[in-house]
């Protein structure tokens, strides 16, 4: 009936919805880069449910099938930050239907947004092969020199993990070619973020020395565009000193981790403190991340289970 132009007393109310939810994914992605994702799912949940129900109801308008797009993937990353690994494949679920939509849509910009969130979360889910595969694709698709920053930063990050060294070899140093030609300040388009990935990439292909001794020689010169992005770091750095065997230092900079972490609700990255501090020997800070996760877990609200 709908598509004959028969309306209801829901239209006008949609109407109204569909005006605003723009600004209601807009103001969860800055919710979420300034460090405060579970507040992003609790805004985005009930407008991604509600278009949910739109275009099951076949009530499917293209700017509708738009709007469900944007919220799906911005849902699916807002809780590819607040869940913890074991239960990540959600995120990558939410990522993978905004795909679906990008790919009908048309929208060049839209498919490469959707291919690198949805290629960074199968990353973190662990089907590094599928996110090599989404982020290459991401790196022709993107037509901006800051899309294809983004689009290398991450397919670089898939690549350390995938112990992949030319590969990961090609991505940063196409990364590094951008970022050079002008500057970045994407949140995975700038300085702190590269310095951040090719350290991280670097222990991952088996290359510490390197890594120590870019630590040594590198100074960050800019500020994490993101709480998350320093706790990252932290963690990072956290590794490189322990392959340095700078036992101290690594102790400070993942206990700086961890408490930034939790006070972020970002279990992820307690999980990869815990991992960097077993294998680094250190018990006290690994007993610290398992109570700071098992913390967060409690934390986690009816609402935010169903939507996981």
Request: glycine fraction near 10%; proline fraction near 3%; charged fraction near 25%.
């Amino acid at each position: 009936m709908h598509a004959l132009g028969v309306t209801d007393d829901d239209d006008a109310d949609f109407a109204a919805m569909i005006q605003f939810g723009d600004s209601t994914i807009r103001l969860a992605e800055i919710a979420r880069q300034s460090g405060r994702a579970v507040d992003a799912v609790n805004e985005l949940w009930p407008l991604v449910v509600r278009l949910e129900a739109r275009a099951a109801g076949g009530r499917a308008e293209r700017d509708t099938t738009i709007l469900l797009g944007q919220g799906r993937a911005a849902l699916g990353v807002s809780l590819g930050t607040v869940l913890p690994e074991e239960r990540l494949t959600a995120a990558a679920r939410w990522t993978g239907k905004a795909l679906v939509i990008a790919e009908r849509l048309g929208d060049r910009a839209f498919l490469a947004h959707a291919l690198r969130m949805h290629g960074n979360e199968l990353r973190k889910a662990d089907h590094v092969g599928a996110a090599i595969a989404r982020l290459s694709r991401a790196v022709a698709v993107s037509e901006d020199r800051e899309g294809q920053g983004a689009a290398l930063a991450l397919l670089a990050r898939a690549a350390g993990e995938h112990g992949d060294p030319d590969l990961f070899d090609l991505a940063i140093n196409g990364y590094r070619e951008r970022l050079d030609n002008g500057g970045g300040r994407g949140m995975l388009f700038n300085p702190f973020t590269f310095r951040e990935i090719q350290l991280r990439g670097l222990i991952a292909t088996g290359r510490a020395a390197d890594a120590v001794q870019l630590m040594r020689m590198d100074v960050p010169d800019a500020a994490p565009v993101a709480p998350q992005w320093h706790v990252i770091e932290r963690v990072t750095a956290g590794q490189v000193l322990l392959a340095a065997r700078q036992r101290d230092g690594a102790e400070d900079a993942l206990r700086t981790a961890l408490v930034a972490a939790e006070a972020h609700r970002l279990p992820h990255q307690i999980q990869r403190t815990i991992r960097a501090a077993d294998d680094g020997g250190l018990a006290g800070i690994s007993a610290g991340g398992r109570a700071a996760v098992q913390r967060l877990n409690l934390q986690l609200s009816p609402g935010q289970r169903t939507s996981s």
